[in-house]
């Protein structure tokens, strides 16, 4: 399994489609958390120039700079992320890396239609073929790679209706949910 973190073709609150901006606290912890799983690659996808030279920045001050020497836990963790200037990369390097064509799975707060709950989460991740776990910045994903996503996971249900996670807290449920088989809200 792969995680996917979108940054173009994400929505703003009005539904238009933008560009969301890289934050260092998603990639810290995002790698964190999918190192903790062992879930990798961790691929952070935007098609910014300034925006890939300030991934490639941190990743290269916490993996191979002085960060490396200070955190060597936090190198191993950072050390998963590939950068990718769109989904479609990520997808051919699954691809590349496993020798089969993954399965995509979309994440999403605001998800109309789900079909996939945490049961059939887990039956993916144990398939032979690669899964690809894709999560949106800013208001979340586009609706056409939505709509082009091999399966929508179903959305994390909170206990008093509100629904606003930071796209690392999402992740860090989701892997958890998937991997200890714990899931209050299944789908």
Same mark, same amino acid.
């Given at each position: 399994? =792969?995680?996917?973190?979108?940054?173009?073709?994400?929505?703003?609150?009005?539904?238009?489609?933008?560009?969301?901006?890289?934050?260092?606290?998603? $990639?810290?912890?995002?790698?964190? /958390?999918?190192?903790? !799983?062992?879930?990798?690659?961790?691929?952070?996808?935007?098609?910014?120039?300034?925006?890939?030279?300030?991934?490639?920045?941190?990743?290269?001050?916490?993996?191979?700079?002085?960060?490396?020497?200070?955190?060597?836990?936090?190198?191993? /963790?950072?050390?998963?992320?590939?950068?990718?200037?769109?989904?479609?990369?990520?997808?051919?390097?699954?691809?590349?890396?496993? #020798?089969? #064509?993954?399965?995509?799975?979309?994440?999403?707060?605001?998800?109309?239609?789900?079909?996939?709950?945490?049961?059939?989460?887990?039956?993916? /991740?144990?398939?032979?073929?690669?899964?690809?776990?894709?999560?949106?910045? +800013?208001?979340?994903? +586009?609706?056409? $790679?939505? #709509?082009?996503?091999? !399966?929508?996971? /179903?959305?994390?249900?909170?206990?008093?209706? !509100?629904?606003?996670?930071?796209?690392?807290?999402?992740?860090?449920?989701? $892997?958890?949910?998937?991997?200890?088989?714990? =899931?209050?809200?299944?789908?």
């Amino acid at each position: 399994m =792969a995680l996917a973190l979108i940054h173009h073709p994400v929505v703003d609150k009005n539904g238009k489609t933008i560009a969301g901006a890289v934050t260092n606290l998603d $990639l810290h912890d995002i790698a964190r /958390a999918a190192k903790t !799983y062992g879930v990798e690659p961790f691929y952070v996808v935007t098609p910014l120039e300034d925006q890939q030279h300030l991934v490639t920045e941190i990743i290269d001050h916490w993996v191979t700079g002085v960060g490396a020497r200070y955190n060597p836990d936090r190198r191993d /963790a950072l050390a998963l992320i590939r950068l990718q200037p769109s989904l479609q990369a990520a997808l051919e390097d699954v691809r590349a890396r496993w #020798q089969a #064509q993954p399965q995509t799975v979309v994440t999403s707060a605001r998800m109309a239609e789900s079909d996939l709950g945490w049961d059939g989460l887990r039956r993916l /991740a144990a398939d032979d073929r690669p899964v690809l776990l894709v999560f949106g910045t +800013a208001w979340g994903l +586009a609706p056409e $790679l939505i #709509q082009a996503a091999d !399966y929508r996971l /179903a959305p994390i249900v909170g206990r008093n209706g !509100y629904n606003h996670l930071s796209v690392r807290s999402a992740v860090s449920i989701i $892997l958890d949910r998937m991997f200890t088989g714990c =899931a209050g809200d299944e789908g």
